[in-house]
């Protein structure tokens, strides 16, 4: 039945139960006509054991897309009820085209240019009980009129199809119900932003930003259903015994590949908008060094007089220059995730897990037959092993490296306390973070010696904890302001932000210059003092978050005359990080991978785009972060490194 010439090995492998044969060549008409002289007639069987283990066969039905009946095709419909099923089957004939005699040239050949046998499984069966295949023929008259360089295209395929309809029902019950739940978490947590915003009114932005969240939650739910029907096949088709399920066709996977992409789309609509609202933040550095006195000899007089020596601003250069730093840290190593998925694909041989064969050989020999891709395991092997790995990689760096070699979050707050500078940050109108970095020894400006003293002292507790509060040693807070603190700091900030040019020295004027600096040390007495409590209109009180609270990362008191700090032992203020998005961030880069490679259906180059697409959005969320650290900090860009 097979007119394509290739090794007996390959030609078989149509007939192994499961495999999904395709094949197609260019045969030239000079050979036609020197292999097929006459036509030869068919009657194709099915050869099976019975229950009694006698051998008996099976006539297959023919589907022959040619057929007229009543100058109609007939068999070119859908409609089951109206085909003309027969027995007989041809490959090639030469011999109707002759014309006079007998030993002349055929003027026309009629070849099988296109056969399919279809294999179809008995819905609930759960021992392999299929019904009798139906061979579909579709020949094609080919005009003889220079058989040396005339080709013919032939195909040859054998499908294997169910009944999908109870499978699609579960995708699309599944999604409409994590659909409906998506609804009101988006509307929970647009909620708590109201709340952190200060707002109470429903306008266009309050609209806006639903559909923003309800955008990143959907893809979640697109995300978690496509996965799961991805290992779902992998695991059921490859591992069955007795076949019970059969792989969707080519044509059934368009609605998954469209959740797929609706799943991309989404997420990298939340994505930018994680990245802008983290290039947005507000952020100032409290520098709690205050100035020493210092004797001064006067030139004119040669007298002695006492006088304050300025404070350094090195202390916050470093600081600046490590919070630019941990912008763009992850919980993974996004240059291994993308060599350890792709060492698994084509190293180890996990792509031939997504062959649309019943074969689950990790290895398979170059001589033997490759069945066509499926796009759904090719989905659920790469998802597996992308996210399995990034679950591996974040369990290690949090229980292993981070707790032995090296935590760069919390690195960052010892450092803000031996430097005497904390961090107040706004990611929202009323809502942020505060990083106490008060020095418990008074200052930090000093030489080695007494900073390594301070160490001992520290080390043997011979001085009082870290912490914001007395006898406390928790350094981060999640800060909920009252409108009128709020009201304040931008009215400091804009004069810190009016005239402030951050890329080049002495390009202000010198008024203008003045200005900066002078609002620069207003916010930072003003903040200063705010965490003194030495306003007592703008006071604040300290609590813990309720489990409820800490569940749903949502407020639920309202602060009006005081602000609230929250005691936060998580480090939450990376969230105004990529550190605190790992999630989105792996969720986005598997759907960026898995979306090139259904396009390109090539495992290297997914991963080449998908490392480019790392780095790219990494430079641009480092080099916009660093402009906006510069712009709200009054730093220097040239000092950030």
Not at 64 to 83: R, T
Not at 214 to 239: D, E, I, M, R, S
């Amino acid at each position: 039945l097979q007119l394509c010439p290739d090794t007996s090995k390959r030609l078989d492998a149509a007939y192994e139960f499961g495999t999904t044969y395709d094949q197609n060549c260019e045969l030239s008409v000079s050979k036609i006509l020197h292999d097929f002289p006459e036509p030869v007639f068919y009657d194709v069987y099915l050869s099976y054991r019975g229950s009694d283990s006698q051998q008996y066969i099976w006539p297959v039905p023919v589907l022959n897309l040619n057929l007229q009946y009543n100058d109609q095709f007939v068999n070119l419909g859908n409609n089951v009820n109206n085909w003309l099923l027969t027995r007989r089957i041809f490959l090639v004939d030469t011999l109707s085209g002759r014309e006079n005699t007998l030993s002349s040239s055929p003027r026309v050949i009629r070849i099988a240019s296109k056969i399919t046998i279809s294999i179809s499984l008995v819905p609930g069966t759960h021992r392999g009980t299929v019904y009798p295949p139906l061979m579909t023929v579709e020949y094609a008259d080919i005009q003889v009129q220079n058989p040396e360089s005339q080709t013919v295209k032939v195909f040859f395929s054998v499908q294997y199809e169910m009944n999908q309809a109870d499978s699609v029902t579960q995708t699309d019950v599944a999604l409409g119900v994590l659909g409906g739940l998506a609804v009101l978490w988006s509307l929970l947590k647009t909620a708590a932003w109201k709340r952190r915003i200060g707002s109470q009114v429903i306008d266009l932005q309050t609209v806006i930003q639903f559909l923003v969240i309800y955008a990143g939650v959907l893809a979640n739910v697109f995300f978690a259903v496509t996965v799961g029907t991805g290992v779902y096949w992998l695991l059921l088709f490859k591992g069955q015994q007795y076949v019970s399920v059969l792989l969707p066709l080519p044509s059934d996977e368009k609605d998954f590949i469209t959740y797929v992409s609706c799943a991309f789309v989404l997420k990298a609509l939340q994505f930018l908008h994680t990245l802008i609202s983290q290039l947005t933040i507000d952020i100032f550095f409290i520098d709690w060094e205050r100035p020493k006195n210092r004797t001064l000899k006067s030139e004119g007089e040669g007298g002695v007089k006492s006088g304050p020596a300025p404070v350094s601003i090195w202390r916050s250069y470093f600081i600046a220059n490590e919070w630019n730093e941990i912008q763009t840290v992850r919980k993974i190593n996004p240059l291994f995730q993308v060599f350890i998925v792709l060492f698994f694909l084509k190293i180890v041989g996990f792509e031939n897990l997504a062959l649309r064969d019943s074969s689950s050989s990790l290895s398979r020999d170059p001589q033997d037959y490759r069945a066509p891709w499926s796009c759904i395991l090719r989905y659920g092997v790469t998802s597996a092993l992308w996210l399995g790995f990034g679950c591996l990689q974040i369990l290690f760096f949090s229980g292993i490296y981070e707790r032995f070699v090296e935590d760069k979050i919390r690195q960052f707050v010892d450092l803000c306390s031996m430097s005497n500078i904390s961090v107040f940050i706004l990611s929202h109108k009323r809502y942020g973070y505060y990083v106490h970095g008060r020095s418990v020894h008074g200052h930090s400006d000093t030489n080695m010696e007494e900073m390594n003293m301070n160490l001992k002292r520290e080390a043997e507790n011979m001085c009082s904890q870290r912490g914001l509060q007395p006898n406390s040693d928790i350094q981060t807070f999640q800060i909920s302001i009252s409108g009128r603190l709020r009201t304040q700091f931008d009215r400091i900030h804009s004069n810190l932000t009016k005239n402030h040019g951050p890329s080049r020295f002495l390009q202000n004027s010198p008024t203008a210059s003045e200005q900066s600096t002078k609002a620069y040390h207003t916010m930072n007495k003003f903040l200063s003092a705010f965490i003194d409590h030495s306003f007592k209109d703008m006071d604040y009180f300290v609590k813990d978050k309720l489990l409820l609270e800490r569940v749903l990362s949502m407020e639920f008191m309202e602060p009006m005359d005081r602000s609230i700090f929250y005691n936060d032992e998580n480090h939450s203020f990376s969230d105004v990080l990529f550190y605190g998005h790992e999630s989105t961030l792996i969720i986005f880069d598997t759907l960026f991978f898995c979306i090139v490679d259904i396009m390109s259906q090539n495992f290297v180059l997914a991963a080449v785009i998908t490392y480019l697409q790392q780095e790219c959005f990494r430079h641009i969320r480092g080099a916009a972060g660093q402009k906006n650290l510069a712009s709200k900090t009054l730093i220097d860009e040239r000092f950030l490194i």
